[in-house]
């Protein structure tokens, strides 16, 4: 098959003109062909609008699309489809390059709030209420950032340090033995699973070598998204995020929650903190127990494109 790519005229890097996707012998046709590449900090998305038409994308599909030499290219892929209730304006689905779903993905909730908001389905001036997999978000468009860049702030909600598992106790930090490396980890929810660790140098820190361990790890038996946190003062950290389906990424949004939230409940951090990630920085605000979480960071789309059959 073959991908019509148009570039978006607000992005001043060139893009190919056009991509080619391998089709396997006898593999279904797709109800939806249209779609825009979008990504926040480099975690990169394609992004479908499925409020005609039902996403019907088989996992061997979104797992081929994925591939970065014979597909588009992604780490998750997001589908915008009708709110569930009144109580909403819309639901997200998100599904990892490996074609799992999974629960939560905070870069790409600021990519849905653009993708709204630049083909007018969405009010600039009034906050976008979004069903996820598991409970709701809120996205706000709040003005451009300093290098121009469109920014967007996310209720993510409260950070959750319940034990996902009975192996787990209610200890904020434990210890978990991974590829060799005996470490200290913190576990936290913000809608899905993450472990943030503490290191002296994130650069040298063995994130794909832990991470991919911790996919298979006991404690986790849906696996987990492991965050690297390197604290240089109380309002600033560097992280390196191995993401659970993707490997990693070069930035994550629900890890950089993840890690200040628990940077924050040990006492190591402030209440707001600017998380330097490989691609840029996000700013997350938690004001601590019973109040949500907020992460502001930047979103943008590359192309729009088409899948022809």
């Known amino acids: 098959m073959t991908a019509v790519v148009v570039p978006d ?33 480099g975690n990169d998305f394609i992004v479908l609008n499925a409020l005609q038409q039902p996403f019907d994308w088989p996992r061997a599909r979104i797992s081929a699309l994925a591939d970065r030499h014979s597909g588009i290219g992604f780490d998750q892929l997001l589908i915008i489809e009708p ?19 999974v629960e939560h993905c905070g870069n790409g909730a600021r990519c849905f709030g653009k ?19 598991r409970g709701s978000i809120t996205i706000a468009y709040v003005g451009a950032g300093e290098d121009g860049s469109e920014q967007y702030r996310v209720d993510m909600g409260e950070p959750d340090f319940t034990p996902f598992t009975a192996a787990q106790t ?9 590829a060799g490396h005996e470490l200290q980890m913190g576990i936290v929810s913000m809608g899905n699973p993450h472990t943030v660790c503490v290191v002296e140098d994130v650069a040298s820190a063995p994130v794909a070598e832990v991470g991919s361990a911790l996919q298979q790890h006991p404690l986790f038996p849906a696996a987990v998204n492991a965050g690297f946190m390197q604290i240089r003062d109380r309002a600033h950290i560097r992280l390196r995020v191995y993401e659970r389906g993707a490997g990693e990424t070069q930035a994550c949004g629900t890890g950089a929650c993840a890690a200040v939230a628990v ?6 951090l402030d209440e707001t903190v600017t998380v ?9 605000n938690w004001a ?6 907020y992460m502001t960071g930047p979103a943008a789309t590359v192309y729009h494109g088409e899948l022809a059959a």
Not at 263 to 268: D, F
Not at 276 to 284: A, K, N, V, Y
């Open 9 to 41: 005229d607000r992005r001043a890097p060139s893009v190919r003109p056009t991509a080619r996707l391998a089709c396997k012998r006898g593999c279904a046709p797709m109800s939806i062909r249209s779609f825009s590449k979008m990504h926040g900090l």
């Open 83 to 101: 709110a569930p209730d009144a109580a909403h304006d819309y639901a997200y689905r998100i599904y990892n390059a490996d074609g799992s779903e």
């Open 115 to 133: 993708y709204l908001r630049d083909h007018s389905l969405h009010p600039l001036d009034r906050p976008l209420r979004v069903a996820v997999k």
């Open 170 to 178: 209610e200890r904020l930090y434990q210890p978990v033995s991974a």
């Open 263 to 268: 940077g924050i409940a040990r006492g190591l």
């Open 276 to 284: 330097e990630l490989p691609r840029g920085t996000l700013i997350i």
């Open 288 to 293: 601590g127990a019973g109040k949500p979480l």
